[in-house]
């Protein structure tokens, strides 16, 4: 089965924010998961390389760059 568009399409900040808009409880925690949801990790920091928005974790103790 193929996958729909918005899989790898992925999403604008505008999107973004206006679907966090739509959760009541403001104050929850923001985690990213790279595997639909089994695992997940906190987001340490919000970025910007070249024209793309990252949402980045910090926990490896690599050096951002």
């Known amino acids: 089965m193929k996958e ?3 899989v790898f399409k992925g999403k604008t900040i ?9 959760f009541e409880d403001k ?7 790279m595997d639909d949801g089994l695992t997940h ?5 919000v970025g910007k390389k070249d ?3 990252l ?6 103790g690599q050096p951002l760059g």
């Open 14 to 22: 505008e999107q973004l924010i206006k679907e966090l808009e739509s």
């Open 27 to 33: 104050s929850m925690e923001v985690r990213i998961s």
């Open 41 to 45: 990790q906190p987001i340490s920091i």
């Open 51 to 53: 024209s793309i928005c």
């Open 4 to 6: 729909p568009q918005w």
């Open 55 to 60: 949402l980045i974790n910090c926990e490896s």
